[in-house]
């Protein structure tokens, strides 16, 4: 019995270990950002995912209170944002024809004949979606809702077509225990689906955690995060959606959403320290490294990785995404009310 409870011991203590290890729980966080911070904008809640529409300059933010969307309060000022980033001011919630509660997630623009799109993930009580709506220039149009059983965590949308999208699955169980086993014992069960215009399917998986998911420009690739997997995961996209070559570069961080600039380079907001993270999403006293990383695509199948941004929290905790347009950076966050506005040098 000693020995079997000596061996126990030993068992918890090296999964303990691995875990931390993981999470990244034994990093250094060392300050620095090749850049200068212009503003931090505190006037919405959670911007956990924004983009910029190239045509426009428009920076469009799906902002969600999530602390109060978890303790099953409604967030008045959940919404999706609008910062027009060649005038100036500050961001502006867009009024929208949704009937029901909305609290967006993962956003991705479309431009389709002249028109843009806005295709962002909804959380309510009457399950999970992924909407479509049409700016007008001044307000969101609703268009369409899609839901399945099979898209049962939904985190980040890409369009790609007006009735064509993938979407993220970041975990197989919805709640409850298998969902805590599938978190702390890092066991891969999420997914990307593919909504091909009139069924789901299943492009990809299983992975650790999918996260944010965007395109390259010239729509023959799709670049794929996964969390707790901490890597990047990239494939060819065929004429009918579905993936090949699929190869994967570790990345050694929480990585979160992706931004795709102008020139092809990725922009991606991480998180260091993944316990970290979870302490600060329970307790908005407590600080969560943020992280910006820009991955350059070289020949071949990988990137040059160049940390942008690291801060231990205390400017901005737990960020979310990171987009880059003309010299200025924008970083968001998954919790408090901050959206970071930088320079680069």
């Known amino acids: 019995m000693k020995r079997f409870l000596i061996l126990l011991f030993l068992a918890v203590a090296f999964l303990t270990l691995k875990l931390y290890y993981k999470a990244g729980q034994f990093k250094s966080i060392v300050n620095h950002f090749a850049g200068e911070v212009t503003r931090v904008y505190t006037t919405m809640p959670g911007p956990e995912d924004m983009q910029v529409d190239f045509a426009t300059g428009n920076l469009f933010i799906a902002a969600t209170d999530r602390r109060k969307l978890l303790s099953g309060v409604q967030g008045h000022e959940d919404g999706i944002y609008l910062l027009n980033l060649t005038t100036g001011g500050d961001p502006q919630r867009l009024a929208h024809n949704y009937p029901d509660a909305f609290h967006p997630h993962g956003l991705s623009l479309l431009r389709e004949d002249s028109l843009l799109y ?32 099979a898209m049962c965590c939904p985190n980040d949308v890409l369009a790609v077509a007006v ?26 069960r999420a997914s990307l689906l593919y909504y091909d215009g009139g069924q789901f399917v299943k492009a990809g998986g299983p992975y650790y955690y999918a996260n944010g998911v965007n395109k390259s420009p010239d729509g023959g690739h799709l670049y794929l995060t996964t969390t707790t997997g901490a890597s990047i995961l990239v494939y060819g996209i065929a004429a009918d959606g579905s993936l090949h070559n699929g190869y994967e570069q570790d990345l050694g961080t929480g990585v979160d959403n992706i931004d795709v600039d102008a020139e092809g380079n990725l922009w991606i907001a991480a998180h260091p320290r993944l316990l970290d993270f979870l302490n ?26 160049e940390e942008i941004y690291l801060n231990d929290g205390s400017e901005v905790s737990g960020s979310s995404v990171a987009v880059h347009y003309h010299n200025q950076l924008f970083v968001g966050v998954v919790f408090d009310h901050k959206l970071l506005r930088a320079t680069l040098k």
Do not use: C, M
């Open 163 to 188: 009735d064509k999208f993938y979407v993220t699955n970041d975990h197989g169980a919805k709640k409850g225990v298998l969902r805590f086993i599938e978190d702390y014992l890092r066991l891969p």
């Open 118 to 149: 806005v295709f962002v993930v909804n959380h309510n009580d009457r399950g999970d979606f992924v909407e479509v709506f049409r700016f007008t220039g001044t307000a969101l149009e609703h268009r369409q809702s899609y839901s399945a059983a």
């Open 280 to 305: 600060h999403a329970r307790d908005s006293t407590r600080y969560s490294p943020s992280q910006v990383l820009k991955l350059t695509p070289r020949p071949g199948h990988d990137f040059a990785v």
